[in-house]
């Protein structure tokens, strides 16, 4: 015991503060890349990769030769099937660093609350377009641009850079209309682009259920940070895509409430803070008149 002491302090007394320094930025590295990788295919790849190089200590323990030269030969030859199979992830890692800029440091905030602002009207105006689609059983699939441009998105379709309201969604995806039969672009708070292709996703675990504009919904959140709304035509369901990952609402309340908490997530704080006052008053309002209270899921559904 002593002498593991001993060692300790040995070991400790040696180390410099550059020592610390590279330390620290090495597990910053590390714990970065762990995040983007998390949920996505290259979580998966990792696994594939850590029983590979288990594997591999087994066989060498073990003494099974002919294994061991394979998974040898595999990991020699595997840095280009590794670049090639993480090119996505790769790319996505890529833009991220490249989105990450000096105003998230800012200390004043007018400038982006005022963003937010403009992006809670722009998803109001669009969840009103929704509601009359629903009603009369069309589809419809919109994609919040965020840093990640989608110059070659847009360039399929056509500009029409227009005010956001609902009427205007209404038009655009009513099924007689020339641009209902793609996607809708929102840049910067606009109506910006119709009839739009989007890359259709590859991913073999998709509902085989969802259609082909749910499958371009989950393909464009794959290879953007873009956030995609979908409303299907024959179930009248609202879905959010991002990063990947779709969830699916049937009351279009909450999906406009889940849409403002990734799209303005400081507004929604705020905000959910005084619905829970107003609606806790009117409870006790309605309590004391006598009267029961409404649905909301119930209302909006209608």
């Known amino acids: 015991m002593a002498d593991l002491l001993q060692n300790f302090g040995y070991l400790f007394s040696n180390i410099k503060v550059y020592n610390v320094i590279d330390i620290a930025i090495v597990s910053f590295i590390i714990y970065k890349l762990l995040r983007l990788m998390r949920e996505t295919r290259a979580e998966q790849l990792i696994k594939g990769i850590v029983i590979i190089a288990v594997a591999y200590v087994l066989s060498d323990v073990l003494k099974l030769y002919l294994l061991n030269y394979l998974i040898r030969t595999l990991v020699n030859n595997g840095v280009l099937a590794l670049v090639i199979l993480f090119q996505p992830e790769l790319r996505k890692a890529l833009e991220r660093v490249g989105r990450s800029k000096l105003k998230d440091f800012k200390i004043l905030g007018g400038e982006e609350q005022e963003d937010h602002t403009k992006t809670i009207e722009t998803i109001n105006a669009l969840s009103e377009g929704l509601r009359t689609l629903q009603k009369q ?147 006790f309002s309605r309590a004391f008149k006598g009267k029961p209270e409404k649905n909301l899921s119930e209302k909006e559904d209608k």
């Open 137 to 283: 059983r069309m589809g419809a699939l919109a994609v919040f641009e965020r840093e990640t441009k989608l110059g070659d998105i847009i360039s399929t379709g056509t500009i029409i850079d227009s005010i956001p309201s609902g009427p205007a969604v209404g038009n655009i995806f009513f099924n007689k209309a020339p641009l209902h039969d793609g996607a809708m672009i929102i840049r910067n708070n606009k109506l910006y682009a119709a009839g739009c292709i989007l890359p259709l996703s590859q991913n073999e675990e998709i509902d085989p259920d969802l259609g082909t504009r749910h499958r371009a919904a989950i393909g464009m959140s794959e290879n953007s940070d873009a956030v995609v709304v979908v409303l299907s035509e024959e179930t009248g369901m609202l879905s959010i895509c991002i990063n990947g990952r779709i969830e699916r609402f049937s009351n279009l309340t909450e999906f406009t409430a889940n849409l403002v908490s990734i799209l303005a997530p400081e507004v929604h704080d705020e905000d959910s803070g005084r619905f829970f006052f107003s609606n806790l008053t009117s409870r």
